[in-house]
């Protein structure tokens, strides 16, 4: 404990965290890849989206939670952590359902991705615009191929969505180890608030402090 302890500890700050910025972008992703390829009518097209925004709000929210409870702080981070699994799974099913492929772990293609470090959709979409134009090299434009159009590439989307949950997720696991190391060396809101108390009454002059009054011989 340090003296300078305050009740309420620091929180928020999340849109700082890499997790949120990386779920955040899932998130984009998500949007734009259900209206382009999931049917609106579609009970998948809600929850795809659902569960997107799910990992997105439940990461701020239990940032902001963590200053008087880290208990909630962990909860919701576990549920984002949730969300986004159930997302990849969606996205599986979509490429398995329709006979595309899942890249593989060793896969050049999710490094360079990585590498790339894309900041907002449309840099997703200008690597995947990239990423067709490389595998179309020495191959004859099929039909209707429009070269800036980035509609056309479900499977490629869908994989680049499934590389960034993958690193949303492994962030998410890293939170939630160090939260509750955290937890079970710090303790909770209840703690410090037993901390901080102390601390102020030690702290007071010692004329200050309260004592057993005397009782007064005229009762």
Same mark, same amino acid.
């Given at each position: 404990?340090?003296?300078? #302890?305050?009740?309420? *500890?620091?929180?928020?700050?999340?849109?700082?965290?890499?997790?949120?910025?990386?779920?955040?972008?899932?998130?984009?992703?998500?949007?734009?890849?259900?209206?382009?390829?999931?049917?609106?009518?579609?009970?998948?097209?809600?929850?795809?989206?659902? $569960? $997107?925004?799910?990992?997105? +709000?439940?990461?701020?929210?239990?940032?902001?939670?963590?200053?008087?409870?880290?208990?909630?702080?962990?909860?919701?981070?576990?549920?984002?952590?949730?969300?986004?699994?159930?997302?990849?799974?969606?996205? #599986?099913?979509?490429?398995?359902?329709?006979?595309?492929?899942?890249? #593989? /772990?060793?896969? /050049?293609?999710?490094?360079?991705?990585?590498?790339?470090?894309?900041?907002?959709?449309?840099?997703?979409? +200008?690597?995947?615009?990239?990423? /067709?134009?490389?595998?179309?090299?020495? +191959?004859?434009?099929?039909?209707? /191929?429009?070269?800036?159009?980035?509609?056309?590439?479900?499977?490629?989307?869908?994989?680049? *969505?499934?590389?960034?949950?993958?690193?949303?997720?492994?962030?998410?696991?890293? +939170?939630?180890?160090?939260?509750?190391?955290?937890?079970?060396?710090?303790?909770?809101?209840?703690?410090?608030?037993?901390?901080?108390?102390?601390?102020?009454?030690?702290?007071?002059?010692?004329?200050?402090?309260?004592?057993?009054?005397?009782?007064?011989?005229?009762?």
């Amino acid at each position: 404990m340090t003296a300078s #302890e305050p009740l309420i *500890a620091k929180h928020g700050g999340y849109r700082k965290l890499k997790s949120f910025q990386v779920a955040q972008l899932v998130y984009d992703i998500t949007v734009r890849f259900c209206a382009r390829y999931i049917d609106k009518r579609s009970r998948t097209c809600d929850q795809m989206v659902q $569960a $997107a925004r799910s990992g997105v +709000q439940n990461i701020a929210e239990g940032s902001q939670a963590s200053g008087t409870s880290k208990k909630t702080e962990i909860k919701l981070t576990n549920v984002a952590r949730a969300s986004l699994e159930e997302l990849r799974l969606d996205y #599986e099913d979509f490429l398995r359902q329709r006979g595309l492929s899942i890249w #593989e /772990h060793g896969d /050049h293609r999710r490094q360079q991705l990585i590498d790339r470090r894309c900041a907002s959709v449309d840099d997703v979409a +200008q690597w995947v615009r990239e990423e /067709h134009e490389r595998g179309l090299c020495g +191959q004859s434009r099929p039909r209707g /191929h429009k070269q800036t159009d980035p509609a056309i590439y479900p499977e490629l989307t869908a994989n680049v *969505a499934l590389v960034l949950l993958a690193v949303a997720s492994s962030l998410l696991d890293r +939170q939630l180890t160090a939260q509750a190391t955290a937890f079970e060396t710090e303790g909770g809101f209840t703690e410090r608030l037993y901390r901080v108390r102390t601390q102020k009454r030690s702290s007071r002059p010692s004329s200050t402090r309260s004592t057993k009054s005397t009782p007064s011989t005229s009762d």
